[in-house]
């Protein structure tokens, strides 16, 4: 969708059940960074780009701002998390075949370096550890444009069969 500037925007919302149940994780996640399907609303909060995704492995880059900050004075460690956490999920969400879904049972982040609003760009790296037949592992890096650890997490996420909605006709 076109802005009265006639820059792109970005559109927000929920993806059908049934449209997600289709496809192969990764065209879901790959249709998702190309804008044929719509991003999740709570990547209005980390607005991110230039986003890519393969087999077991996904990177998202962002800009931390001042929008992002905590009463201390520094980018809140939820603008991590929800990175962190999204490189993860979708990483583990790149290996899954049509029909499967996932869920996060469980995930842990490490804050190494702090971010302000003159962080610049960062890079969020998630990768696939393990991808089971009921549970998957994956881990996720947040680097800086000099390569430095900003933070970094793991998780465990339950892996599942999307149950066949009920047509009614």
């Known amino acids: ?18 449209v997600m149940a289709s496809m192969s994780g990764l065209d879901f996640v790959r249709a998702i960074f190309a804008g044929r399907l719509p991003e999740p609303p709570i990547m209005q909060t980390v607005e991110p780009f230039d986003c890519t995704a393969e087999p077991g492995a996904v990177v998202i880059h962002s800009v931390p701002g001042l929008r ?15 990175l962190l956490d999204s490189a ?34 960062i890079r969020t790296e998630g990768r696939v550890l393990n991808a089971g037949r009921r549970v998957a592992t994956a881990e996720a890096r947040i680097t800086d444009a000099n390569d430095r650890l900003l933070a970094h997490a793991t998780t465990t996420c339950l892996v599942f069969e999307i149950p066949k909605g009920n047509a009614k006709g």
Do not use: C, W
Request: negative net charge; aromatic residues 8%; without cysteine.
């Open 1 to 18: 969708m076109d802005d009265k500037s006639g820059k792109q925007t970005i559109e927000y919302g929920i993806v059908p059940i049934d």
């Open 68 to 82: 992002h900050y905590n009463p201390i004075g520094s980018v809140h460690g939820g603008y991590a998390a929800i």
């Open 88 to 121: 993860m999920g979708l990483a583990v969400q790149s290996t899954l075949p049509a029909g499967t879904g996932y869920t996060t049972l469980e995930f842990k982040i490490s804050f190494v370096r702090g971010m302000s609003e003159t962080s610049g760009v």
